[in-house]
């Protein structure tokens, strides 16, 4: 069975609670953004469960865990991943989950703590 064929869980990180199972086109992957029902969620966390059966293990389900959230207006390219806010500041946490320290709410423009790499 491939992994585009399971209906992924949504359970929401707080409360433990399932939004329900979902079938999606794409894979969701921690740091990405899916909305349900009008409500936008971050992906913190995907998990992959499996079961034995006939001495082989087969992916049983799918489940992320999810947190309400605002999608991010400031993004950069790192690597190939998006991150959160302004690569080129020294307190910037290259996360997809997180922007800063001093600053998490942002935005990284006219933040009074930017201090540029280098």
Same mark, same amino acid.
């Given at each position: ?5 399971? +209906?992924?869980? =949504?359970?929401?990180?707080? #409360? ?11 894979? +969701?992957? +921690? ?5 349900? $029902?009008?409500?936008?969620?971050? =992906? ?8 034995? @059966? ?11 865990? *999810?947190?309400?959230? @605002?999608? !991010? $207006?400031?993004?950069?390219? *790192? $690597? ?15 996360? $997809?989950?997180?922007?800063?320290? =001093?600053? !998490?709410?942002? !935005?990284? @423009? #006219? ?8």
């Amino acid at each position: 069975m491939e992994i585009d064929c399971l +209906p992924t869980e =949504v359970i929401l990180t707080s #409360s433990h609670q399932s939004l329900g199972k979902l079938q999606f086109d794409w894979t +969701p992957q +921690p740091g990405n953004y899916i909305d349900i $029902e009008g409500q936008t969620y971050a =992906v913190l966390e995907r998990c992959h469960r499996y079961q034995l @059966k006939a001495g082989h293990y087969r992916l049983h389900n799918i489940a992320i865990y *999810v947190q309400k959230a @605002k999608r !991010p $207006e400031e993004k950069s390219l *790192v $690597e190939g991943r998006w991150i959160i806010g302004d690569a080129t500041c020294n307190f910037n946490a290259l996360s $997809e989950i997180i922007r800063c320290a =001093v600053n !998490p709410e942002g !935005p990284c @423009k #006219s933040c009074r703590f930017y201090e540029s790499q280098g």
